[in-house]
């Protein structure tokens, strides 16, 4: 029989919010051949990662399979990625389902050394705005960790909905996965004017970032998730450093040239957003981190040879940027 969930403790992590910089890792989950959980593969992705220079390492989110993952699975890893980090970088875990699973997997990530939670939407349910803020208010108070709540799918929030999140003790932050611009300001500027001066982070989660994140520079938001850092960190932290000093030339170049072509491929087939990365790691010679479990399914080949002459052209890319030897 399992333990319930801790009650909220009175000595929740504030420093998150200020160790939340540079870019932001989301390693893949990594398999053996019969489908089991290889956790050395793991550890040395997310060392590979964090020696890369990842900022934070996001473990066991949606592009770590969080929705494959048993309860003790997530626990090894997310152990696994607290232990390779060794206190270098925050190590943040995803929960998710119904409040009560929310709370258990947090349960889990808290006492697994986890830093903080990024809390995906419950599973399936379209709900109101009363049930989500009910929803994460008491997922917050289940748990020591900070929350950052994560916006995407049949989680869509109302600015002032996000107001009261903002107001709730543990909830240190916010993750757009929607790309409604004009909605996001709003929920900003709620925010910033309801939620009594208290400090709150935003990132971009759109799947493939990048190719938003001049926009969501306009609106203030600069911290965003990059999934193709877990396959060619190279390009991600060229694309990062151009981003950051207003070099146009080589984000543009990158856009045009690696970016959005990846998309178009990303956006071929459904979980592609998560198969392909998974893809990338092998292209590029990394651990042995296999392939996704059902119901997603792996690239088709003619897919993968079109990912990896991409790869080629945007490392080519990468190191033709100024302060690629960085």
Excluded: W
């Amino acid at each position: 029989m399992t333990a319930p969930p801790p009650p909220a403790a009175a000595g929740r992590r504030p420093q998150l919010a200020d160790r939340l910089d540079g870019l932001l890792f989301f390693p893949v989950t990594a398999y053996a051949p019969d489908g089991a959980l290889a956790l050395d593969a793991f550890r040395a992705h997310v060392r590979g990662g964090i020696e890369a220079g990842a900022g934070a390492v996001f473990a066991c989110c949606g592009t770590g399979e969080f929705h494959a993952l048993t309860p003790e699975e997530y626990a090894e890893c997310v152990a696994a990625a607290v232990a390779e980090a060794a206190g270098r970088v925050p190590v943040v875990a995803g929960t998710g389902y119904g409040t009560a699973l929310a709370a258990r997997f947090a349960h889990l990530a808290h006492t697994a050394g986890a830093d903080g939670l990024l809390a995906m939407p419950p599973y399936l349910v379209a709900a109101d705005q009363p049930g989500l803020l009910r929803h994460y208010t008491e997922l917050a108070a289940a748990t020591p960790l900070p929350v950052i709540v994560y916006q995407r799918g049949n989680a869509v929030f109302e600015p002032a909905t996000v107001a009261a999140l903002a107001r709730t003790p543990g909830v240190i932050g916010f993750k757009d996965g929607l790309g409604d611009l004009d909605l996001l300001q709003r929920i900003i500027s709620a925010v910033r004017t309801d939620a009594a001066g208290r400090p709150f982070v935003y990132f971009n989660g759109l799947p493939t970032a990048e190719l938003t994140g001049l926009a969501y520079r306009g609106l203030g938001v600069r911290l965003y998730s990059s999934a193709v850092f877990a396959f060619a960190p190279e390009i991600a932290l060229a694309f990062h450093r151009a981003l950051a000093a207003g070099d146009h030339g080589t984000v543009t170049r990158l856009l045009d040239g690696f970016y959005r072509p990846l998309v178009e491929l990303r956006n071929v087939r459904p979980g592609y957003a998560v198969s392909l990365v998974k893809a990338g790691v092998r292209l590029r010679g990394g651990p042995a981190v296999g392939g996704v479990r059902p119901p997603l399914s792996d690239p088709a080949p003619a897919h993968v040879e079109q990912l990896a002459r991409l790869v080629d052209h945007g490392l080519a890319l990468a190191s033709a940027a100024p302060g690629a030897g960085a």
